[in-house]
């Protein structure tokens, strides 16, 4: 691609990042002179929702005048995209600045301090940014001054409910996401899922890894939602190593021996950055800082310590934390007896007792009912397994009757098994493969009567020939025995499977029937 001819009346002359869905240049607005960062998406036709995000991050950004925040010039057409032009002040992303040197103790305290008063400008002005994270960091090597960029999910929402979905359509970057934003926690998203990424960046930048070292996203969501990182007593193994070889290599080996094993037996990590840390990184929002500026404190205390002693002394975090606004805690109470109970059921079923044949496993299945008037909390409760399927890397699905729409048959599996398709849909090819094998060896010829109920199926195992016709009784019991063997693909020790029928007093009998034909569909 000639970088001269991208955009009219900019000039560009390097490009500075480019990654699977964006493209950014260094350049110089022409009319004026002016340098420039110039984004652009990199597929010639995205989609709506690429669309709006781009959008997204200027229309908040533009608003916003903090000198911690990138400043958008404009939001140009360009084809059949947006190019968002924005201040050069020349940083360089954080991710990069730290792989070229390990920062020094005060240099992290003081990158530290200022992303503390860039969240507390964002979320004064009811900002969630849910993507924070070294990579949207930029710092002057020279000045030092930070700027977070890229608002292209942030949220002006006080509060977001996130629903279910694969972990790689999951809005954010896992290796940084809180627990709240996996959608898998029971829990609304708030500004304190920032400070949740915060304590990731915060860990890798003292360590130098994250705090979970994964490839498999399911497992990355579970050690996020129920995993506490080592705490980081971290050595710099690569500067021992370096060290060690230096010295004995003039031949002070007695010498080097004590400094070597002073050095390796000392803590890189002060003990109350590593309480600072794990503060941000609780797995329940209210276990975090609650403010920003409770955070700025503690660092600031840190910093007037190391300057004046050269070292910082353990004292007790968060004295200062004090929430600006009224937050309800999302804990259920009084309701540990029936979670529990829908946890012991889940886990018979995930981890069935062995065949008294010695045959394997049995096939555990159960049916919980869950009774209450309106509105007292029964889909909370629910809610609560998410957790362990996770652990299991099962899936759950849900769906609703409806007591206006009782004359459409099966239509909560139907809810259901939609959005279980829509789930496989956002797997990877090879999965996806294998799911087509699985289906169609269940349902061999008859496809179609499946697919007649649920249409996205068809997307996965491809359009299927005309099921055979039959007669009276005929078709329901064709469609029972194919809808258990359908549901039967999904429900392995290795994916277990949980449905959520919502609201079953409005049930229509062809529902009922099949539910009443084999337990086990359940």
Request: hydrophobic share 40%; glycine share 6%; aromatic share 10%.
């Amino acid at each position: 691609m000639d970088a001269i001819a991208i955009i009219p009346r900019y000039q560009l002359i390097e490009k500075l990042y480019a990654g699977s869905r964006t493209v950014v240049y260094r350049g110089i607005r022409e009319v004026d002179q002016l340098g420039v960062v110039v984004k652009l998406l990199q597929r010639d036709y995205p989609t709506f929702s690429e669309l709006l995000q781009f959008r997204n991050q200027y229309t908040i950004a533009k608003n916003l005048d903090s000198p911690g925040i990138i400043r958008p010039y404009s939001l140009e057409t360009y084809r059949n995209s947006y190019a968002l032009v924005m201040e050069d002040f020349g940083g360089t992303s954080l991710r990069d600045y730290v792989q070229n040197q390990p920062l020094a103790s005060t240099e992290f305290l003081e990158i530290a301090i200022q992303l503390a008063d860039i969240l507390n400008y964002l979320h004064h002005h009811q900002i969630i940014h849910k993507d924070i994270k070294p990579a949207n960091i930029l710092i002057h090597p020279e000045t030092k001054q930070v700027k977070i960029i890229d608002f292209s999910i942030a949220s002006l929402l006080p509060k977001e409910t996130q629903e279910i979905k694969n972990p790689n359509v999951l809005e954010g970057t896992l290796a940084y996401l809180a627990p709240e934003q996996t959608g898998r926690m029971n829990r609304g998203i708030d500004y304190r899922a920032d400070f949740y990424a915060l304590g990731v960046t915060f860990f890798e930048l003292l360590t130098g890894q994250l705090p979970f070292l994964t490839d498999d996203p399911m497992e990355l969501l579970h050690c996020h939602i129920a995993k506490q990182p080592d705490q980081f007593k971290i050595k710099n193994d690569a500067l021992y190593e370096t060290l060690r070889v230096a010295c004995f290599s003039e031949g002070v080996r007695g010498l080097a021996n004590a400094a070597l094993t002073t050095f390796k037996n000392e803590e890189t990590v002060p003990q109350v950055l590593c309480d600072i840390v794990m503060k941000l990184m609780a797995k329940n929002a209210e276990d975090r800082y609650q403010s920003a500026l409770g955070l700025k404190y503690d660092l600031q205390t840190c910093l007037e310590q190391l300057n004046f002693t050269d070292k910082i002394k353990t004292f007790k975090i968060a004295t200062r934390d004090v929430c600006d606004r009224f937050l309800l805690r999302e804990k259920l109470y009084g309701r540990e007896n029936e979670v529990q109970q829908l946890l012991a059921a889940f886990e018979r079923v995930a981890n069935p007792p062995e065949s008294p044949l010695g045959k394997g496993g049995l096939r555990g299945v159960e049916l919980m009912l869950v009774a209450g008037f309106s509105g007292i909390g029964k889909t909370a409760v629910v809610n609560e397994v998410h957790k362990p399927i996770l652990k299991q890397r099962g899936y759950f699905i849900k769906g609703k009757f409806d007591q206006f729409n009782r004359n459409i048959p099966f239509s909560a599996f139907v809810q259901a098994f939609r959005n279980l398709m829509m789930q496989l849909l956002t797997e990877s090819d090879q999965q996806l493969h294998q799911w087509k094998t699985s289906i169609l060896e269940a349902v061999g010829e008859n496809g179609q009567v499946i697919i007649e109920v649920i249409p996205e199926l068809e997307i996965i195992i491809g359009q299927q020939l005309p099921a055979p016709k039959l007669s009276g009784n005929g078709v329901q019991n064709r469609f029972n025995l194919l809808f258990q063997k359908f549901v039967e693909v999904f429900t392995t020790k290795e994916h277990p499977l949980v449905m959520f029928l919502d609201d079953l007093q409005w049930a229509d009998s062809a529902s009922l029937k099949l539910m009443r034909f084999k337990s086990n569909l359940i």
